[in-house]
């Protein structure tokens, strides 16, 4: 079964510095893999997918990730934190074949401090 | 717009009792899924359907029942021999044509026993 595993329950970031949250997926062919972000006592909203295209993906509110399948990461970047970017962050995985479940890892809360 | 309705946003439920939470959605998807989330324990996935008249368990289905009589339709009931039923549930739809797409997530409910 595929899987996707975060580090770091919660992150601190100040804010105009980077946001690093890095997820590493197990699977032996390429998922599809997702990034969400929720907002508190709301439903996850999509950040950006990566769907075997291109391996760097750019999404909303200036957050990108880069799939690498040698290191089976997709990790999510932001250059400059900003206070709305305090949230929970998901990744997410789907395998290309078989059944059509949707696997998440346990997600990052992230903190910027002013 | 079209999107995912969940309801109530709020359920309170005494002990051995079921209750049943409401997921539709207009958005045409033919797999719908439910996630229960905990603090720290990211989303676990209680059931799915791919298709009317069909679904499977997930990793968390005891104590749980579904039913799927309409494509538009999910609702999850969750019964008294759910222990621990207090947490946030999650409805979300897909289409089912392919693996790359995303998850369409709803506004949660939370449920809490008393």
């Known amino acids: 079964a595929q899987s996707v595993t975060q580090l770091g329950s919660h992150v601190s970031v100040s804010e105009g510095a980077l946001v690093l949250l890095r997820c590493n997926y197990s699977s032996s062919v390429p998922p599809y893999l997702f990034w969400y972000v929720q907002y508190p006592n709301q439903g996850l909203q999509l950040l950006l997918k990566?769907?075997?295209?291109?391996?760097l993906v750019k999404g909303i509110n200036g957050f990108e990730a880069e799939f690498k399948k040698s290191e089976t990461s997709f990790h999510l970047t932001k250059p400059s934190a900003h206070m709305s970017d305090a949230a929970e962050y998901f990744c997410?995985?789907?395998?290309?074949?078989?059944?059509?479940?949707?696997?998440f890892g346990k997600g990052n809360q992230v903190v910027v401090i002013p | 717009d079209g999107g995912i309705t969940q309801s109530p946003k709020y359920l309170f439920r005494k002990e051995g009792q079921n209750v049943t939470l409401s997921c539709e959605q207009n958005l045409n998807h033919d797999a719908m899924y439910w996630y229960r989330q905990d603090p720290g324990q990211g989303l676990r996935l209680i059931y799915y359907?791919?298709?009317?008249?069909?679904?499977q368990k997930g990793d968390i289905a005891e104590g749980y029942s579904v039913s799927r009589e309409k494509k538009e339709s999910f609702p999850l009931t969750v019964t008294s021999a759910q222990k621990n039923p207090t947490a946030f549930y999650l409805c979300?739809?897909?289409?089912?044509?392919?693996?790359?797409?995303?998850?369409?997530f709803g506004q949660g409910t939370r449920l809490t026993v008393v």
């Open positions: 979300a739809s897909r289409n089912n044509r392919g693996r790359n797409t995303e998850a369409f």
């Open positions: 359907s791919q298709i009317v008249n069909d679904f």
């Open positions: 997410a995985v789907s395998a290309p074949y078989g059944n059509n479940r949707l696997a």
């Open positions: 990566y769907t075997s295209a291109a391996t």
